[in-house]
C-alpha cells in the first residue's frame, strides 16, 4: 500500500556533503513524523534525526549543527542535509514514517538503505 525510496548516497571526503532524500508513494491519507535511521558495520541501527508533521525536530548528538532534516509535504519527500562529514558518518542510511493510509491503517515503512561513505 505504502513504500519509501531513498537516493542520495555515495562516497564522500571527510569535510564534504551529501544530501539524502526519502520520497513516501501509495494510498496515504496523512503521513505524521518522518526520520533517518543508519546502521554503520558491527553496529546496531541509531536514530539520527526526525522531523514531527509540525516540523519540530530531534538530532543525535553526534550531529547536530552538522545535519539538518526537511520535509516537503507537498512530494512525500524527507530529507537529511549532511555537512562536514566525518569517517564515523560512514553507514547505511535508512529513511522511516509513520503514515496513515487511506484504508485507516496505519503503516510504518522503510527504505531500501542508501550506502554513505566517508573516506579519503
Known amino acids: 500500500q505504502v513504500q519509501l525510496v531513498e537516493s542520495g548516497g555515495g562516497l564522500v571526503q571527510p569535510g564534504g556533503s551529501l544530501r539524502l532524500s526519502c520520497t513516501a508513494s501509495g494510498s496515504i491519507f496523512r503521513i505524521n513524523s518522518m526520520g533517518w535511521h543508519r546502521q554503520a558495520p558491527g553496529k546496531q541501527r541509531e536514530l539520527v534525526a526526525v522531523?514531527?508533521?509540525?516540523?519540530?525536530?530531534n538530532y543525535a548528538d553526534s550531529v547536530k549543527g552538522r545535519f539538518a532534516i526537511s520535509r516537503d509535504n507537498a512530494r512525500n519527500t524527507v530529507y537529511l542535509q549532511m555537512n562536514s562529514l566525518k569517517p564515523e558518518d560512514t553507514a547505511v542510511y535508512y529513511c522511516?514514517?509513520?503514515?496513515?493510509?487511506?484504508?485507516?491503517?496505519?503503516?510504518?515503512?522503510w527504505g531500501q538503505g542508501t550506502q554513505v561513505t566517508v573516506s579519503s
Open positions: 522531523i514531527s508533521s509540525g516540523g519540530s525536530t
Open positions: 522511516n514514517m509513520r503514515i496513515i493510509g487511506r484504508d485507516t491503517v496505519d503503516y510504518d515503512p
